[in-house]
């Protein structure tokens, strides 16, 4: 064949099969668009059926409606060529296209995924639209619960929302469920124009039913199919209307709802208030939407000092800050819906004072901020450390090169047999460093599947506890490990350097072979066996197993690593103790992470000590805080509230307690029970324990402890005496400056570790500068050593000095233990009522003593008796008495207090509540006298009465010890100089 032939024929195959390739691609594009205008067409008909009631198609047409995945593959079908010259032109072609309209390619499959999210969330909200006319609450609920895309609050044409459509239709559980999604009331329908609008929409739906009626009339009768699909609208528009009206209805007859209940307002800071409130006990069917607080100045709101809307109904507390402190601020509260807002609810108490419990005697708050102060301390010991360094680096440029080539060699030498790493898998006497790594439910562990146990020193050197608490300082920096070491070896010639120097070098190993810095904090106690072995585990919880940069590290769980090695049950070692405590070591490192929630706390100081420690106990749960309950959500502690709590043991009450004052009160009283039937305080050993009075102790902004303390006598055990703690489960012993450093590292985490880098560097730097004083052989060495030895006892004043300012668990202990001391709000104080003086002298005025019981027993006095117990029993059991006033108290006369007491129970704890309880009724009277003060107490004494007999108690008398025939009369407290008074009252006095 000719080739010029081939040429032609080819061409015109080419022709040809551009043709067929342009009618084919007509004929999809026509098939396609008429296609996707009825899947569109499809889609409208579904929005306007919930979105809007103005745009309603004439044509329903649903079932024309077409997958997108299912489009795409017709398309493709009829787009292969069918001219047979064709297919590798056109491959090249579209290959071609597509490389030089890649990035176009792109971006169009970024738009049609945004559009197939829009279609999707416009979809589910169309259904959740759908949902709430049809009152669907399943299909709601599966909607929020499964779509990540759903708006609750949009808005249909009709300026809806789901919310609206839920309210309006009296659908309350819909409501709920979409409030609790972050549903919001639509602000946009305000007042009168949310019932205009409905019957806007009641009259265009009845409109359209009447349109959709006359075309039903005037059709063909031959037209069935166009009469049906009228029809259908008509049903649909049917439909609307009654929505419409129901809702319309549900409006006309809604009410506002009542007002919130329980409206607290408290004091959170000097500067804030805070107010807490429950919604309205019964809604009379209008559902709550939103709250309105007000706060004014005037007690009367007659000028408003500010409002908030609270939008989310949940939401039943607001703090309100930037207040003046001293001011008083009145609060009331409002619940709305789309009616209006409810009466207002005023707060109980009717007013709050932002203040402070420092305000009282001015003390400085422990949470000032002190880290620029340990700061600027750091840089001037860094300073210091640099000049010495260039001092130290011109005395070691004099040493001869022989001597410095000695040096280097025996470094070389050293570095050669310790460049590597080895896991010790057999743990002899001696000191080791043991580092526990987990994630999730695995712990590293190496290739022969061992912990990461490195050893210190092949000999334990006495004890450890100082050693140990120094290494605890340093886990809080781990990044000063390499630096620290450097120093120490400087000063190698120290005995006391050389333990801490090994400790330093095994944990720069650990550090290598691990391939990380932190290795977390230690447990608070080392592991010691009967053979001398000492492992100290530090444990820290990775984020992720990649963290762990060591090829010779695998990750194993936990319970597969505690079946595989299992302990040696004839003799338990150090290794095995490690394994079999794996568990219980992880728990511990999660349970020392965990902060409390906000809150106000009544913590319990209880002590144990030793030869060389003394320990503090704290629940197992929660190491880092002391055994506590919770007595309020609000942490703050206002100046009322603590005049109040101080002023109760000294009797300087000079008005009636305010209810923010009794609430507190309140408050306390029930902790104590709470936190003293925890412990299992017995009713006996509670009688003594007293309120720490000094300061309220802040472990951050958000949690503050008010503390319990037993008897000085009994706040600190010793070995050998009784300690009904001692052995009770849920609790831990740990040593005074290992809690510091726990609780520290919870709770102040910035400060610590600041504190922990200084601490150990003025350490070090100290016993260089002493190793070079010892050594300075001239005049000059000694005086600039001396100088250095000054600096260094400066700096360390300083940073005592602040750490002084944050150690509260000293100053409470100190004060607890203080015998001396006649401190601390008894129990019993606490816990007494001022009496009224309005009742019969044989009304219960009840009121404990300082040694009081808890519960306190009901009143059974008799008819001849003062006192409640037996003879047999009375130097062991509590007992009753009741007490009568024999002198001018400005009350009733025959008014007598009950006090509920112990056999410890002295005349003098009884006559000093006696007069001050009466005081406190003096002045809840409204009267101005008699008051006696404390002052006058001593002029007051206790007698016992029996017919024209009586016998006065000495003040260290305990009144139960009483006998016969005494605990036939009675007791009154008379002024001594008044010798007659009781004797006198005791026969004009009916029993």
Known sequence: MDPDDDTDTRGGLMKLARKLSHRERKDIEKSHRSRAFSADYGTLRKTASVDSIHQIPEIKCDHLEISPNVQIKFNKKLLIPTSPSMPSRLYRSRSAKRRTSGGDNEDRKTDRKKSEKNNRSTCDMLTLFEAAEKEDLETAKAILETSNSVDVNWMNAANLTALDVAILTDNGPLACLLLAQGARENLRWVGKSRALELSQLIKDAEEKTNDLTNAILNTTPGSTALIKEIEKQLDYWEWKTSIAKKMKYSYDHANPPDPPTNVVVSVSSPTSILIQFQEPEDCNGALVTWYKVEWSMCEDF???????????????????????????????????????????????????????????????????????????????????????????????????????????????????????????????????????????????????????????????????????????????????????????????????????????????????????????????????????????????????????????????????????????????????????????????????????????????????????????????????????????????????????LQNLDANQVKEPPTALQLGFQEEIKEATSKLLNHLGVTEDQAVSHRLYDIEVIEFSPDVSFLLLLPPSEEVCSVPGQSDHLAHREGFLSLPVQIFEMIHMCTYNRAFISRYSRLSSLLEMNSLLAQHAHREAFSATELSTAKDRVREMQEFQFCLDDTWKGRRWIMDCLTYARDKQIRGGIPLGVLYAPPPSPDDSPLTDHRVMSPHFMMPPVEDTVGSQEFLQVDADAKSHQPGNLRIYAAYESGLAKGTSVKLHVTPRTTAREVINLVVQQLNKAVLMKGMAEPIYTDDQLADFCLVAVIGARERCLRDDYQPLQLQNPWTKGRLFVRLKSNVLAAIEQGNATAV
Not at 403 to 428: D, E, G, P, V, Y
Not at 543 to 568: D, F, G
Request: charged share 25%; net charge positive.
């Open 302 to 644: 007659a000028k408003m000092a500010g409002e908030s809307r609270l939008t989310d109904p949940s939401v039943r507390e607001l703090e309100i800050h930037n207040l003046d402190t001293g001011s008083k601020y009145y609060v009331r509260v409002f619940a709305g819906n789309m009616k209006g807002l409810s009466a207002p609810e005023l707060s109980i108490p009717t007013c709050a004072e932002p203040s402070s419990w420092r305000d009282v005697d001015q003390r400085p708050s422990r949470l000032d901020e002190k880290l620029s102060v340990m700061d600027a301390l750091l840089a001037n010991v860094q300073l210091h450390r640099e000049t010495h360094q260039v001092e130290r680096q011109f005395k070691e440029s004099r040493v001869s090169p022989s001597a410095r080539r000695k040096t280097n060699m025996r470094k070389s030498l050293k570095n050669i047999f310790s460049n590597t790493t080895k896991f010790q898998k057999h743990l002899r006497r001696g000191m080791y460093l043991a580092c526990i790594l987990y994630c999730d439910d695995r712990v590293a562990v190496s290739s022969e599947e061992l912990l990461p146990i490195v050893e210190v020193d092949d000999n334990v050197h006495g004890s450890i506890h100082n050693d140990f608490h120094w290494l605890m300082k340093v886990a809080c920096t781990w990044e000063d490990v390499r630096q620290l070491k450097q120093d120490m070896e400087k000063g190698t010639h120290s005995t006391t350097l050389h333990c801490r120097c090994k400790m330093l070098q095994a944990a720069l190993h650990l550090q290598q072979a691990l391939g990380m810095q932190d290795l977390g904090h230690f447990f608070y106690r080392p592991i010691k066996d009967s053979g001398g072995t000492v492992v100290m585990v530090t444990v820290n919880a990775v984020p992720e197993m990649k963290a762990v940069a060591s090829s010779s590290i695998k990750w194993m769980p936990v319970s597969k690593l505690m079946k595989k090695l299992q302990p040696n049950t004839d003799q338990s070692t150090a290794h095995d103790m490690l394994f079999t405590s794996l568990p219980e070591k992880i728990s511990y490192h999660k349970m020392c992470q965990q902060v409390l929630e906000r809150g106000l706390y009544l913590g319990y100081l209880k002590l144990r000590s030793s030869v060389d420690l003394i320990r503090v106990l704290v629940p197992e749960k929660t190491p880092n805080v002391l055994p506590h309950v919770k007595v309020r959500t609000n942490s703050h502690v206002s100046r009322e509230e603590w005049e109040w």
